[in-house]
């Protein structure tokens, strides 16, 4: 037992001291395989319980815990017949996805067979704290090397293909490597499936607390959660939440930044979600996200044009808001006597997901902005 808690047991006494429950644990003293490349685990959401019981205890503490994991092929799984389920301590606490394990199960049989012994590698347990909507749910990562399961080692695309992250402190993209007054390390480490992003930039929003990252890591979240509208139902509503704990934080974001750099970077969530609202006809709440970006730039917007937009945008949806008791006949009368102006609607493009007004005339309607086209 003492040579089974010393691979399995976190950094706490108390994870240590749990009783395995009576299921198939894996054997004592694993192989443990080292590597630097991050192997996703799934289906934690099933395994809270056991998470925490593995971390010590249940806490409003954000957590971030190393552990060791074993690898253990399950022959016996109904649902995947190449299913390799996580061990902590003794506990599953989760599952490489479906994807995963087909690559990786005939190479952990074969290590298991070479060295006579289960395989394990090293990792950490990462979540917790309290968001807006309760206590957040811990996840786990692991490290390893693909290669020693036979898996062709992901190869990082060229750099300029990197350049993708927008930061919002000019008209160009940016990441670190054109800017090293800033750490955005972490953005090429994100995986390029969306809903992969998704669930990496949940938990590095977790373990995270630096404001400048988190405001990044926000704006990286909305633009993935926004571009998987159409992959997962709930996407558009987990981008408006998503907005909404970013914007929670952004009175201290807005000081970090401006300390940082003299000057607030263009702050899409305040357009775009000003956008979302008046699509939906929603004026009242367009009009306070519009407001609401405009009192974050203040006068040290480093776009001044993206202060001029939103100042147009809550012009435009005052004047909505006032007309909204106008009776109908008077509008109608307007627009029979010809004195209606011209009707100016915005567009969200689908290659980058900004915004872009045009004149409203009949005919089909641009899907990109001209920039994409």
């Avoid at 003492?2 to 009783?19: C, D, E, K, N, Y």
């Avoid at 995963?100 to 347990?125: F, I, P, Q, T």
């Avoid at 100042?311 to 909204?324: C, D, P």
Wanted: with cysteine; charged share 25%.
């Amino acid at each position: 037992m003492a040579i089974f808690q010393r691979w399995f047991g976190g950094t706490r006494r108390a994870a240590s001291l749990v009783t395995p429950p009576e299921t198939t644990a894996p054997p004592p003293t694993p192989v443990l395989l080292p590597g630097g490349e991050d192997l996703e685990v799934v289906g934690e959401s099933n395994y809270q319980e056991a998470l925490w019981q593995v971390v010590g205890g249940r806490t409003r503490d954000r957590i971030r815990f190393g552990i060791h994991a074993a690898l253990i092929p399950e022959t016996d799984n109904p649902y995947d017949s190449n299913a390799i389920s996580v061990w902590i301590s003794g506990l599953r606490v989760g599952y490489l996805s479906r994807a995963d394990a087909a690559d990786y199960r005939s190479g952990l049989v074969a290590l298991e067979a070479r060295h006579g012994r289960r395989v394990a590698l090293s990792g950490v347990v990462v979540g917790g704290g309290m968001r807006s909507d309760g206590p957040g749910m811990l996840g786990v990562w692991l490290s390893h090397s693909p290669q020693d399961f036979g898996v062709a080692p992901v190869v990082a695309p060229e750099p300029v293909l990197q350049l993708t992250m927008r930061t919002g402190l000019s008209a160009a993209f940016a990441t670190d490597a054109e800017d090293d007054s800033y750490d955005l390390s972490w953005y090429e480490d994100l995986p390029a499936d969306h809903i992969a992003a998704v669930k990496k930039l949940r938990l590095l929003l977790g373990e995270d607390p630096d404001p400048i990252d988190r405001h990044f890591m926000f704006c990286e979240l909305e633009r993935r959660l926004y571009r998987s509208r159409d992959a997962f139902d709930s996407a558009i509503e987990q981008y408006d939440e998503a907005c909404r704990q970013h914007d929670a934080e952004m009175d201290v974001i807005r000081t970090a930044l401006f300390e940082k750099f003299q000057e607030i970077p263009l702050l899409e969530t305040y357009t775009q979600m000003a956008i979302r609202q008046q699509k939906a006809k929603n004026w009242d709440r367009a009009l306070w996200w519009a407001r609401r970006g405009i009192a974050l730039y203040g006068s040290d917007a480093a776009r001044p044009e993206a202060v001029s937009d939103l100042e147009k945008r809550v012009a435009a949806y005052s004047r909505k808001l006032e007309g909204a008791g106008e009776p109908s006949g008077r509008r109608r009368a307007s627009a029979q006597n010809g004195n209606e102006t011209a009707i100016v609607e915005v567009l969200v493009c689908r290659s980058c997901g900004g915004g872009f007004e045009r004149i409203r005339t009949r005919g089909r309607k641009p899907t990109q902005c001209e920039a994409c086209r």
